[in-house]
């Protein structure tokens, strides 16, 4: 981009990251998440360090916070409460160290590293020992005192443990706990008020009211990180050291000998993130010598000598650089946004659907659009809103075509569905999306045949539809590229392990539409073969439980097709040996519970520790809602953990789950 394009770019982004920082810190409001507003903020700073002259005293880079609230009284702070610069990559840590050594080549380089608080800022001042008064950080320069709430916080000391004669300020986070933020919501739920949206924002919004028996009410805490006053401390981790003696809870931190050390405890910080008691969003890395610290400057209104080392958002912002088609093995056609590449979560997202037309519609998105991403699930990329905000005039809007991108087919709505479908049984895209689901693991699961191979198999015409991926002999595969012998063999090997296979799977790995894995074990205890459940007359279906008239519907139909039961007796003649099975409860010990499971067991698979739950007469279900009885969870949960906690659902860990199912 040159640079009058920059200049529209960031005059849009000052605009919006303006309206966001007014929400949040005068409002207590928020309308997008922390790490998109992060986002938004970061691309402004990497705009302005590539053309500095385009900086403006009013940037958002150039200010911490909104303006104080007219209610309390003005505070103005004697040393000036600064923001501190966010970065997210290895990569930026090891610039700001390059940029510091350029600053001062002689020095000698030590840091200190510690938890970065989703809190409130505030700063004490104690004279004689006495806490008088406490401030918010405001604008930066001028703050809100707010001294009688923060005197309702218990870890906040009264008086000094130490009573020293000269003034001290102490500066820290205040900040709510995990399990008090979850208490007090589901105190709000049962009286049918609002819940509130995270812990730092309920912590603000406590300290900010005019009645300090509100914020008396709620459990707030405070964290202490910084000792403004000299007291002879050389290194700002001394100050931690000296906090606890002073009277105030502080996070320890680690003094790292170089930014390796710094990386390393980064790592073992995310591992711990989900187990700590309050939230965190990265590690607070500082230049430990504070006499370097001070001779290192501010930048605009950061210090230079720290950084936060933020973790992977789970949101972030990014342009849609084009919409693409991809038709499913049902004919569903689903648009999906092409990015510019971002990272979230960890992981760098190039692709997000967008669901359907209707989506595309309600979001507004366009081609070029500045647009909000998320990982639904911490998995899923999707497109979460439009910044329509940022819009040059140039964006380009999406038309859904009336035809099939891939057969030309036309496209059909069937009434009631906000989905376009192909209905080409022949269409290629169709087939392959077909083959794949036939091949994956939790259908007929061989081990090789992934999407690549699959696709390599149908340009060679070697197979194009399921039964022919059993006749496939070595001499077939010697010859492609990149099949070595070893690798043939090993692929003949796994497709011929597979042949046997449990009903469920069987019909989980037909593609009918509506079936998934659960509805599969249903049918395969309630019928016990194929041949009953090919049989079944509607009636039949609708007697099974779990199964609405639609999927009865559905799956009617789908046997009926005389293409579908070739498909069977395909199958059938390639020597498929299905295990017929009658899942039907040893005993009703777990009898009507719902079970969702979530992060990795170590005594078994999901799969197994599904089994043991249908067998001891409860229920399997893949989201969290107000009917989940247990969420059991295992290592490395995901955001199911998350709502698990939000609804109230009794959650168990594996010795628990294990003792339940004996």
Not at 150 to 160: A, F, G, Y
Not at 161 to 180: F, P, S
Request: hydrophobic share 35%; charged share 35%.
């Amino acid at each position: 981009m040159n640079k009058e394009q920059a200049k529209q770019r960031i005059e849009k982004l000052k605009k919006l990251i303006n309206h966001h920082r007014y929400l949040y810190h005068v409002l207590d409001k928020q309308e997008i998440s922390d790490s998109a507003f992060d986002s938004l903020k970061h691309e402004l700073y990497k705009l302005e360090q590539d053309y500095p002259e385009l900086i403006t005293p009013d940037s958002p880079t150039q200010r911490v916070g909104g303006q104080p609230l007219k209610e309390f009284k003005k505070v103005e702070h004697n040393v000036l409460m600064l923001s501190i610069e966010d970065i997210f990559t290895e990569q930026e840590l090891f610039d700001w160290e390059d940029y510091l050594k350029r600053l001062e080549p002689k020095a000698k380089w030590e840091y200190f590293a510690e938890l970065k608080i989703d809190g409130f800022a505030v700063t004490l001042i104690y004279e004689k020992g006495v806490f008088v008064t406490g401030a918010t950080r405001g604008n930066g320069k001028i703050g809100e005192d707010v001294t009688q709430n923060l005197k309702t916080i218990e870890s906040i000391p009264l008086t000094l443990r130490e009573v020293l004669a000269k003034t001290i300020e102490i500066r820290g986070e205040v900040y709510m706990g995990k399990a008090e933020f979850e208490k007090v919501n589901r105190e709000r739920e049962k009286k049918g008020e609002e819940i509130y949206a995270n812990p730092r924002n309920l912590a603000a919004g406590s300290i900010r009211q005019l009645d300090p028996k509100l914020a008396a009410s709620r459990p707030l805490k405070f964290l202490a990180y910084d000792i403004i006053t000299d007291l002879g401390q050389k290194k700002h981790s001394e100050e931690h050291l000296t906090l606890p003696k002073l009277g105030f809870k502080t996070d320890q931190g680690k003094v790292c000998k170089d930014l390796s050390e710094v990386i390393g405890y980064w790592k073992e910080i995310v591992k711990q993130r989900e187990k700590l008691p309050y939230q965190i969003d990265g590690v607070v890395v500082s230049v430990n010598d504070n006499a370097l610290f001070s001779k290192l400057g501010v930048a605009g209104k950061s210090p230079r000598a720290i950084r936060a080392f933020k973790f992977s958002p789970k949101q972030a912002t990014t342009k849609i650089i084009d919409i693409n088609l991809q038709v499913g093995r049902t004919g569903a056609v689903t648009p999906v946004a092409i990015l510019e590449p971002v990272n979230v979560g960890g992981v760098t997202i190039t692709r997000a659907t967008l669901h359907n037309e209707d989506e595309i519609k309600r979001l507004g998105a366009r081609i070029r659009d500045t647009v909000i991403i998320e990982r639904a699930g911490d998995v899923i990329p999707v497109v979460a809103r439009v910044l329509k905000e940022l819009r040059s005039g140039k964006e380009k809007e999406f038309h859904f075509p009336k035809e099939c991108p891939v057969c030309k087919s036309k496209l059909v709505k069937p009434q009631g569905e906000a989905v376009w479908r192909c209905k080409n049984t022949n269409c290629q895209a169709r087939k392959r999306e077909n083959l794949y689901h036939f091949v994956s693991k939790k259908a007929f699961d061989i081990r090789g045949l992934g999407p690549k191979i699959i696709d390599q198999l149908s340009d060679e015409h070697l197979i194009t539809q399921p039964a022919e991926i059993f006749e496939l002999k070595e001499g077939d595969l010697v010859p492609l590229e990149r099949f070595a012998d070893k690798k043939a063999d090993n692929l003949i090997k796994a497709i011929e392990k597979s042949k046997k296979i449990t009903l469920s799977r069987f019909i989980y790995s037909l593609g009918i539409r509506h079936v998934g894995e659960e509805t599969a074990n249903d049918l395969a205890s309630y019928f016990g073969t194929i041949n009953n459940l090919a049989k079944a007359a509607k009636e039949d279906l609708d007697r099974v439980p779990q199964i609405g008239e639609r999927v009865a519907e559905s799956i009617y139909h789908w046997f009926k097709d005389e293409r579908n039961r070739k498909l069977i007796s395909d199958l059938i003649k390639v020597k498929i040996e299905i295990t017929n099975q009658s899942l039907k409860p040893k005993s009703q010990k777990l009898e009507a519970k719902k079970f969702v499971i979530t992060g990795t067991l170590e005594s078994m698979t999901r799969d197994a520790a599904k089994e043991k739950i249908r067998l001891l007469g409860g229920e399997i279900d893949e989201s969290v809602s107000k009917k989940t009885d247990y969420l059991v969870a295992g290592k490395e949960p995901g955001s199911k953990l998350e709502k698990a906690k939000e609804l109230g659902i009794k959650v168990i860990g594996e010795k628990e789950f294990i003792d339940l199912i004996k």
